[in-house]
T-cell receptor, first 112, second 111 residues
Framework: DQQVKQNSPSLSVQEGRISILNCDYT??????FLWYKKYPAEGPTFLIS?????DKNEDGRFTVFLNKSAKHLSLHIVPSQPGDSAVYFC???????????FGTGTSLTVIP | ETGVTQSPTHLIKTRGQQVTLRCSSQ?????VSWYQQALGQGPQFIFQ???????GRGNFPPRFSGLQFPNYSSELNVNALELDDSALYLC??????????FGAGTRLSVL
């Protein structure tokens, strides 16, 4: 049972434009969410996180939005750069445990 | 400060064999988690170790076992390998902040 879903396997965006990556979850016990970026032959790299007490968190070009009522979060990258081309995973952590649940990933391609 | 390192990077085993994967945690981190990532999937939680004790386990059979050592490095052992165990195995360490930092993984192929 996939509790964290990334329904878009791939996304292509022009350099300089906004990239929006989406993630949905089903478990209402999730209260902490993270985004990771993964290049081929490397492990996932932490990008940005958000706690359920917030609805937005920014870090430079990266902003994560959380809509708890819709059980939806999104990662915005502005402006997108070719170096952002990677697979992006969202992950969620419940307030009752230490397990991280990952989505299946979205492959972002930023076209120069 | 060193990051999370895993060894070996690649491994080929045959069905029924046993395998041990190793992970050195990031400096200052006392918690290690192991994940299995099958092709086209996200990482799936196997288990976590905190101060040498198992601290949570995902939906994996008992033939997946682990250890954490006093220096917080860790091992993942898999007995009686099956073809479906072929995957990328990721180790992540974490400290006081609830952020997991990953190694590059060990690619296991079971033939």
């Amino acid at each position: 049972d996939q509790q964290v879903k990334q329904n878009s396997p791939s996304l292509s965006v022009q350099e300089g434009r906004i990239s929006i990556l989406n993630c949905d979850y089903t478990n209402s016990m999730f209260d902490y969410f993270l985004w990771y970026k993964k290049y081929p032959a490397e492990g996932p790299t932490f990008l940005i996180s958000i706690s359920s007490i917030k609805d937005k968190n920014e870090d430079g070009r990266f902003t994560v939005f959380l809509n708890k009522s819709a059980k939806h979060l999104s990662l915005h990258i502005v402006p997108s750069q070719p170096g952002d081309s990677a697979v992006y995973f969202c992950a969620a952590n419940p307030n009752t445990g230490n397990q991280f649940y990952f989505g299946t990933g979205t492959s972002l391609t930023v076209i120069p | 400060e060193t990051g999370v390192t895993q060894s070996p990077t690649h491994l080929i085993k045959t069905r029924g064999q046993q395998v041990t994967l190793r992970c050195s945690s990031q400096s200052g981190h006392n918690t290690v988690s192991w994940y299995q990532q099958a092709l086209g999937q996200g990482p799936q939680f196997i288990f976590q170790y905190y101060r040498e004790e198992e601290n949570g386990r995902g939906n994996f059979p008992p033939r997946f076992s682990g250890l954490q050592f006093p220096n917080y490095s860790s091992e993942l052992n898999v007995n009686a390998l099956e073809l479906d165990d072929s995957a990328l195995y990721l180790c992540a360490s974490s400290g006081w902040a609830n952020i997991q930092y990953f190694g590059a993984g060990t690619r296991l192929s079971v033939l």
